[in-house]
């Protein structure tokens, strides 16, 4: 039987980060609004939001 690996509390999130996020993350920093950085990587502003909300959730921060 395989031992099980203890990750610290608090660190769970970031073994699921999802990478494209930070690329996500850079561009919405760069453009400052959903809608521009849409239209920068091709995708939908309802698809954006959904990203910008994943981030939110995975940093913590309402703000962001």
């Known amino acids: 039987m395989k031992k099980q690996k203890r ?3 608090g660190m769970q999130s970031w073994e699921r980060l999802d990478l494209n996020l930070l690329k996500i993350l850079c561009i ?4 400052r609004s959903v809608t521009k950085a849409a239209e920068r990587t ?7 939001s959904k ?12 703000l962001l």
């Open 7 to 9: 990750v610290p509390q």
């Open 42 to 48: 091709f995708v939908t502003r309802s698809a954006m």
């Open 28 to 31: 919405l920093i760069e453009e």
């Open 51 to 62: 990203s910008l909300q994943r981030l939110r959730e995975m940093l913590d921060d309402p």
